[in-house]
Nanobody, 119 residues
Framework: VQLQASGGGLVQTGGSRTLSCVAS????????MAWFRQAPGKEREQIGR????????YYLDSVKGRFTISRDNAQNTVYLQMNSLKPEDTAVYYC?????????????WGQGTLVTVSS
């Protein structure tokens, strides 16, 4: 499956932004999805994931309560709703897909979309 992330841009501290990740070449319902981010000079980190049926979600502590992952399998799209954004949320955000929930291996990655939070 190919993934296309979009929705990044410049946002002020405290603002909100929604990222989208559209899948093509395969049915999104077959994949567990995740969002990662990589800030300048830092390693990539997983900020959240959602199971195929949306029954299970996980969030990094630093985004818990501010970020929400959702999916619309009919539209082959996964979303990352980001609220109360902070300058430390500035990063390139990536979506990724895997078929095995317990595995750490993500077989497909989007190209990344940059979110810049101004202070």
């Amino acid at each position: 499956v190919q993934l296309q992330a979009s929705g990044g841009g410049l946002v002020q501290t405290g603002g909100s932004r929604t990222l989208s990740c559209v899948a093509s070449g395969g049915a999104l319902r077959n994949y567990h999805m995740a969002w990662f981010r990589q800030a300048p000079g830092k390693e990539r980190e997983q900020i959240g994931r959602i199971s195929r049926s949306s029954a299970a979600t996980y969030y990094l502590d630093s985004v818990k309560g501010r970020f929400t992952i959702s999916r619309d399998n009919a539209q082959n799209t996964v979303y990352l709703q980001m609220n109360s954004l902070k300058p430390e949320d500035t990063a390139v955000y990536y979506c990724a897909a895997k078929t095995v929930l317990s595995s750490e291996y993500y077989s497909s990655w989007g190209q990344g979309t940059l979110v810049t939070v101004s202070s």
